[in-house]
């Protein structure tokens, strides 16, 4: 079951949802940037240099957590944005190496 924020956990982490979540080049492009940072790292969510509304950016970041690719966390009136790597490569190894060596 999600915690109270929407994040799964490891063992529910599913193929399908992620690579759904990763289907939009929107959502790649925040993943590619977070796997530029150190591991560990957290980004605000304006921080991506997105030019959408920000309701359509909010929705993003929503599939991209409840697909199990990041994690947020409420900092004071921000939201940071925290790529679940070691998740990620445990359950689907290799995948952001694959996002990673994309061109686009």
């Given at each position: 079951m999600p915690d109270d924020q929407g994040h799964p956990a490891l063992n529910e982490i599913e193929l399908g949802t992620v690579l759904t979540a990763l289907a939009d080049p929107t959502r790649r492009r925040v993943v590619k940037a977070l796997l530029e940072d150190?591991?560990?790292?957290?980004?605000?969510?304006?921080s991506f240099?997105?030019?959408?509304?920000?309701?359509?950016?909010?929705?993003?970041?929503?599939?991209?957590?409840e697909a199990g690719l990041i994690r947020q966390v409420d900092r004071g009136n921000s939201r940071m944005?925290?790529?679940?790597?070691?998740?990620?490569?445990?359950?689907?190894?290799?995948?952001?190496?694959?996002?990673?060596?994309?061109?686009?």
């Open positions: 150190a591991d560990g790292a957290e980004r605000l969510c304006t240099g997105l030019q959408l509304s920000k309701a359509t950016r909010s929705h993003h970041f929503r599939v991209l957590r944005a925290q790529l679940r790597r070691r998740d990620i490569e445990k359950c689907f190894p290799g995948l952001l190496e694959l996002i990673a060596r994309e061109t686009n």
